[in-house]
T-cell receptor
Framework: AQSVTQLDSQVPVFEEAPVELRCNYS??????LFWYVQYPNQGLQLLLKYLSGSTLVKGINGFEAEFNKSQTSFHLRKPSVHISDTAEYFCAVSDRADKLIFGTGTRLQVFP | DGGITQSPKYLFRKEGQNVTLSCEQNLNHDAMYWYRQDPGQGLRLIYYSQIVNDFQKGDIAEGYSVSREKKESFPLTVTSAQKNPTAFYLC?????????????FGPGTRLLVL
């Protein structure tokens, strides 16, 4: 069965610093991987997704993620964060039954 | 504007009461989903529907029921059998239920027990 692990429940960072949010997955089939962002008391919004092709995926708001098959990872990165990036970030994998399996989320807190 | 609407934003339930959460989409999407979000647990799938008049149980369907009589609507009923209903409920839709499709989420309904 597929699963997703987000090792960091919280990541504090200062404004304009780089950030990496980690995501590891387990799957016995080819994977489709997603990163979603959730601002307080709102629904989720897609940041980016990996379906096939280039392992470096660029998304909205300056975020990017790299698919690493050998390490079964899909880490999210941004070279310089803003206060407005403060939110909860969810990694998800699409399983063989066409369902999304979500990680437990990482709360990114950006300080001025 | 196309999108997904959920109502109400906050809902209070009394002991033994059934409550219904509304989810409407005007994106012409075939597939719709209901998730439950609890702190530190991510999102868990309650029910999903791939097409009108059809739906399947997700991972935590006990104590919930749904209907899909219209393409644009997928209401969720939290029954009295759900003993711990306090959570944030999110509705989503996608063009189809294929693995690569992006799911689009509504703003959510927070359910609280009195």
């Amino acid at each position: 069965a597929q699963s997703v692990t987000q090792l960091d429940s919280q990541v504090p960072v200062f404004e304009e610093a780089p950030v990496e949010l980690r995501c590891n997955y387990s799957s016995s089939v080819s994977v489709y991987l997603f990163w979603y962002v959730q601002y307080p008391n709102q629904g989720l919004q897609l940041l980016l997704k990996y379906l096939s092709g280039s392992t470096l995926v660029k998304g909205i708001n300056g975020f990017e993620a790299e698919f690493n098959k050998s390490q079964t990872s899909f880490h999210l990165r941004k070279p310089s964060v803003h206060i407005s990036d403060t939110a909860e970030y969810f990694c998800a994998v699409s399983d063989r039954a066409d369902k999304l399996i979500f990680g437990t989320g990482t709360r990114l807190q950006v300080f001025p | 504007d196309g999108g997904i609407t959920q109502s109400p934003k906050y809902l209070f339930r009394k002991e033994g009461q059934n409550v219904t959460l509304s989810c409407e989409q005007n994106l012409n999407h075939d597939a719709m989903y209901w998730y439950r979000q609890d702190p530190g647990q991510g999102l868990r799938l309650i029910y999903y529907s791939q097409i009108v008049n059809d739906f399947q149980k997700g991972d935590i369907a006990e104590g919930y029921s749904v209907s899909r009589e219209k393409k644009e609507s997928f209401p969720l009923t939290v029954t009295s059998a759900q003993k711990n209903p306090t959570a944030f409920y999110l509705c989503a839709s996608s063009t189809s239920s294929a693995r690569q499709e992006t799911q689009y989420f509504g703003p959510g309904t927070r359910l609280l027990v009195l």
